[in-house]
Nanobody, 122 residues
Framework: QVQFVESGGGLVQPGGSLRLSCAAS????????VGWFRQAPGKEREGVLC????????NYVDSVKGRFTISRDNDKNTVYLQMNSLKPEDTAVYYC???????????????WGQGTQVTVSS
């Protein structure tokens, strides 16, 4: 089965850090772009960061610039999202998905994982 498994979410205080992992199952990540997305209650799913097969990055949300970074380890078939200086507005379910490039719309990505909850609260 082709899918991603996200992990690493949890409850963290404002200003804290988390590292999310997105492990690919049933396929090799090498030739795909992988995006991280999030969906807060009552809001549409939005792109956060994307990394291309060649390592290029695309940032979809200005509010995470300088705080979040995306990386990939093809040997481990995994993509990471390092989140620092977390804010309550970062609270959401975080998902990863793949594409042939870092598309503009989340709708063009596929093989969505089940998501991991990130809650930023004191």
């Amino acid at each position: 089965q082709v899918q991603f498994v996200e992990s690493g979410g949890g409850l963290v205080q404002p200003g804290g850090s988390l590292r999310l992992s997105c492990a690919a199952s049933g396929f090799t990540l090498d030739y795909y772009a992988v995006g991280w997305f999030r969906q807060a209650p009552g809001k549409e799913r939005e792109g956060v960061l994307c990394i291309s097969s060649g390592g290029g990055r695309r940032n979809y949300v200005d509010s995470v610039k300088g705080r979040f970074t995306i990386s990939r380890d093809n040997d481990k078939n995994t993509v990471y999202l390092q989140m620092n200086s977390l804010k309550p507005e970062d609270t959401a379910v975080y998902y990863c998905a793949k594409g042939y490039k870092c598309y503009e719309s989340p709708r063009d990505f596929g093989s969505w994982g089940q998501g991991t909850q990130v809650t930023v609260s004191s």
